[in-house]
């Protein structure tokens, strides 16, 4: 990949999320009606810790915030891992990213969790994101250097019951962005990102009669990466969000039979971050002024901090409450298991066409073993021509209380 003119700001490498990405000031006169039609994504630094890192949620619409406990769950839902059945696991995750337009962009994910009693669970995570190759230039297209940006994050998670239905959990992430460090632009020295983030989640299940069926209900909600802003130069300017995400959503699981059994779920999302606003300009091109000659705007400026953001965000779109509403992504999700062995998965993730236009169909499989589980993953698009095209995801889970019980037989 080639840079013209290297630009460290990690909305510059967005791309990497088909999304047409605007400016923070559009400068145009806009109506109320243009608003709610124009491209006006909500973009945030390290963008990598929104993707789904494992293949069971990957296959089935990125949906995890409710479903049933398992070792990925750090990066849905952390207050889930109180309920998980096992002693103790960890899982491995790969994903080629952007296969479509390159074939050195990866994610990789290592995850695991310890059970310390019945009610207490602590876990950790490591996920590291790769650029590739890339050869900067500057302006006039002269070559830097060749670099290898980076990034990634590292995650420790407590999780606890509070009642034979109930949980909650935090976590605490360490982020390194490295995007072109010791590069210089516009005579400014650019270096590695850093930000420190938390999460707050609570999960909530229940088995339910469903005629003359049993089944499952379960609910979850997961506020992630509340943390410091990320700049990749010194000085106070150029700070940008981190991806805080709200994540909810619900549940139901149907036991056809004692070999059966089916999940359906779905979760909503929204970015806590500030919607960038349109800066106006007056009859003759030039810049629209406010009585106190500052310059007239469309919404709210993004300029703000963490938790003023974090509020902003749900009254702040030019647009409106019909802009404000397209900012919210829906998940779907179907999970069948025979015997607990076998799964077969599929779902759909929508997001707004002004939004970032996300849209695709999921499917995948798993196979769950005495000692370890396979899990697979494929990602089908609505729309031709698409990086996300034919994306994969493989995950591997160890079972370590599994392994254990099998050693004690051979005993």
């Known amino acids: 990949m080639m840079l013209k003119n290297l630009t460290i700001s990690t909305a510059a490498f967005l791309f990497i999320f088909n999304l047409n990405v605007f400016s923070q000031g559009q400068t145009h006169t806009i ?7 124009q491209m006006n994504v909500v973009s945030s630094a390290v ?32 207050a889930k891992y109180a309920f998980i059945e096992n002693q103790a696991g960890i899982a491995i995750s790969y994903t080629p990213w952007l296969k479509y337009l390159v074939n050195d962009i990866n994610l990789a994910t290592l995850s695991g969790f310890y059970r310390i009693d019945n009610r207490q669970v602590i876990a950790g995570s490591l996920v590291y994101f790769s650029l590739g190759e890339i050869d900067f230039r500057d302006g006039n297209g002269a070559p830097i250097k060749q670099g290898k940006p980076n990034e990634f994050s590292f995650d420790a998670a407590y999780s606890r019951m509070f009642g034979d239905h109930f949980s909650g959990g935090v976590a ?32 909530y299940n229940k088995k339910v009669k469903l005629s003359d069926r049993d089944g499952k209900i379960a ?11 990320m700049s990749y130069t010194d000085g106070l300017k150029n700070k940008n969000f981190l991806p805080t995400n709200l994540r909810l959503g619900g549940a139901l ?51 703000v901090g963490v938790v003023q953001g974090m509020l902003q965000s749900f009254y702040d779109a030019p647009g409106g409450f019909k802009e404000e509403m397209k900012e919210f992504i829906y998940s779907f999700g179907i999970e069948y298991w025979y015997r607990k062995q076998f799964a077969l998965r599929g779902g759909y ?30 990602l089908v698009p609505t729309a031709a021509n698409n ?25």
């Open 31 to 37: 109506t109320p009606n243009e608003l709610s039609g």
């Open 47 to 78: 963008p990598f810790l929104t993707i789904s890192p494992d293949s069971r949620a990957g296959a089935m619409g990125d949906v995890g915030v409710a479903t049933s406990p398992d070792i990925n769950s750090m990066h849905w839902n952390p």
């Open 172 to 203: 605490f992430r360490y982020i390194r962005s490295d995007l072109a460090s010791g590069t210089y632009v516009n005579s400014v020295e650019t270096k590695a990102g850093q930000a420190f983030a938390a999460d707050i989640s609570a999960y």
């Open 219 to 229: 609910f979850g909600i997961d506020i992630s990466n509340i943390g410091t802003k």
């Open 253 to 303: 699981t149907v036991d056809f039979d004692a070999y059966n059994s089916m999940t359906f779920s779905t979760d909503i999302n929204k970015l806590l971050i500030p919607t960038p606003p349109f800066y106006l300009t007056n009859s003759q091109g030039g810049d629209s002024l406010n009585a106190d000659k500052t310059r007239a705007i469309k919404g709210e400026l993004s300029d």
């Open 349 to 378: 993730f929508h997001e707004a066409e002004t939004k970032g236009n996300r849209k695709y169909f999921t499917m995948g499989c798993g196979l769950k073993f005495n000692v370890f589980g396979l899990d697979f993953s494929y």
């Open 387 to 411: 990086p996300l095209a034919n994306t994969l995801r493989f995950t591997l889970t160890f079972d370590f209380d599994a392994f254990r019980k099998l050693k004690e037989k051979e005993k």
